[in-house]
Structure formats: structure tokens, C-alpha cells
């Protein structure tokens, strides 16, 4: 079978019995980076070495098969570096590869770096949504952002450090300055750290570098009626991206409520005034 393993997302005591007693009888190990494996093997004392197959996002399409066929008669343990394998890591071709085959996947589970981070947020965890790592080219970032406006349900982003400010900027202008949200960083490591505040108030702080991995947590937008005015620029940013205006009023449309018809009219309306 397939066994997916969730690792420690950085102290080591997070590592379960059943991740120990899976490493020390594993043959085949399919590992995001085989020297991070590696590492995990040392650290935990295990003296097992079991043969270790790369899997990351440039080799995985290629590599599925050969291991879905190798799990027809042993077990195939597979992991990322930290955390759960298939969550904004490599395995999820792996695991449809092997379903569409037939052959059983089960999971050992463990640290959650999403599941951390919205536990300790402060903000509401009855319904959320795991967007992970937001696109780096800001006018794509920008219309997702647009997008999730809406979202009733508290949102979960990864983030680099190189980037969190802007990320925050970004939000604060889609979202409003006052949306609650929180940067959870090193989460279970030494320099755990919690911030928590507004859009405007944490892209203050993250003004001056921030350090670590990281976690985003925003809360969601609420039952509330969006301004007008406020889904027209929505529409209008979609379109000045290269979007066709219709497109960007449906889309506008359907994150807050109002009507596509009159956003596609008011914004002919705005194109039209000197």
C-alpha cells in the first residue's frame, strides 16, 4: 500500500510512535528531498535504511507510476519535509495514480502546520479554507485576493518571509485594513511567535522583515452587503489584468452578491464618463 506520513513541522517530539515505527520498518521511502529524509532518520535514531526514491513537484507525473507499481507488493512510505504529505507538498498525483490502480492509501498522521496555525489565530475554526501559498506575480495575486473578497469562511495562506509584507499590503487593499487576521511564525520551534491583529496593523509590523515560516490566517469577510463602489473597483482591477469585462463582472458577482448585469452596466458607465 501507500502510507502517507505526516513529519514534524519543526520539534522534533511532534515526530508520533507510529512515524518512529513506520521509519524503522519501511524498504521503500518516497521523500520530497531524500537528504532531509535523511536527517529525520539520524535525528529520530533510527538505524533503518531503507531505499529512498525522490518525489517532488518535477518528477512526480514520471515517477507515480513506478511507485503505484512498486506498492502492489510492498509498502511505500511516503513523506515531505515537514507536515503532511499532499498539503501544498508532492503527493497528490501519487495518491490519484493509485486510486485510479486500485491500490489501498492509508495516513499516519501528525504536525499540521494548517491546522497549528488556525488553532492558536484566535479567529474562528468551525469553517475555513486552505488557499496555500498565494501567486507571486502581483497582478494574479491581486485577483485571487478579489476573488476571496467574499469568502465567509477564515482563510489559511503559506507565505515566504521575502514576501509577507507585500502579501499583507495586498490583503489590507482587497479585503479592508480592518479584516482580523493573524501571521503565525515558527510554529512548535524555539521562536514561536504569534501576531495577531488587523490587515493594516500586521503589514505595519511586517514592515520591517519578518524571519521563519510562515502561516496567514484571515478571518472571513461576514455576512455584511458589500459597497457598490467598492465591487466596481473589484471589477475594474479584474479587467485592467487583461480579464473581459463580462467575465470580471460575473466573477465580482458571484464573491459578493450584487447583481453581474449592473456591475457590467455601471462599469460601461465608468468607461464612458471624461
Not at 533503518?48 to 518528477?59: F, G, K, Q, T
Not at 492509508?106 to 496555500?132: M, Q, Y
Not at 491581486?142 to 469568502?151: I, K, N, P, Y
Not at 507565505?159 to 489590507?172: C, H, K, Y
Request: glycine letters at 8%; a negative charge; aromatic letters at 4%.
Amino acid at each position: 500500500m501507500i502510507i502517507l506520513a505526516a513529519t514534524p513541522i519543526g520539534n522534533l517530539g511532534d515526530a508520533t510512535t507510529r512515524l518512529v515505527t513506520a521509519l524503522e520498518q519501511a524498504t521503500t521511502i518516497a521523500a520530497e528531498d531524500t537528504r532531509t529524509t535523511q536527517r529525520l532518520l539520524q535525528a529520530l535514531g533510527v538505524t533503518n535504511r531503507p531505499r529512498l526514491i525522490a518525489l517532488h513537484d518535477h518528477n512526480e507525473k514520471q515517477r507515480a507510476d513506478e511507485l503505484v507499481e512498486r506498492a502492489r507488493t510492498e509498502d511505500v512510505l511516503v513523506l515531505s519535509d515537514a507536515g503532511m504529505p499532499t498539503v501544498s507538498d508532492p503527493g497528490f498525483g501519487l495518491v490519484a495514480a493509485a486510486a485510479a490502480a486500485g491500490v489501498t492509501v492509508t495516513v499516519l498522521p501528525g504536525p499540521s502546520a494548517v491546522l497549528a496555525a488556525l488553532a492558536v489565530s484566535g479567529l474562528p475554526t468551525d469553517r475555513f479554507a486552505f488557499e496555500g501559498f498565494p501567486p507571486r506575480k502581483p497582478g494574479e495575486r491581486r485577483r485571487l485576493f478579489d476573488q476571496l473578497a467574499g469568502e465567509q469562511r477564515t482563510l489559511v495562506f503559506f507565505e515566504a518571509p521575502s514576501r509577507i509584507a507585500e502579501v499583507l499590503r495586498a490583503m489590507a487593499d482587497a479585503f479592508g485594513g480592518d479584516r482580523r487576521a493573524a501571521v503565525c511564525r515558527e510554529l512548535t520551534k524555539l521562536h514561536e511567535e504569534v501576531a495577531r491583529g488587523t490587515l493594516d496593523e500586521l503589514a505595519a509590523w511586517a514592515a520591517d522583515g519578518v524571519r521563519g515560516e510562515i502561516v496567514i490566517v484571515v478571518d472571513g469577510a461576514g455576512a455584511r452587503e458589500t459597497d457598490p463602489a467598492d465591487a466596481l473597483a473589484q471589477v475594474q482591477r479584474l479587467v485592467a489584468d487583461g480579464i473581459r469585462l463580462k467575465d470580471a463582472a460575473a466573477e465580482v458577482a458571484a464573491a459578493t452578491g450584487l447583481s453581474s448585469r449592473d456591475l457590467y452596466q455601471a462599469a460601461l458607465a465608468a468607461r464612458a464618463r471624461p
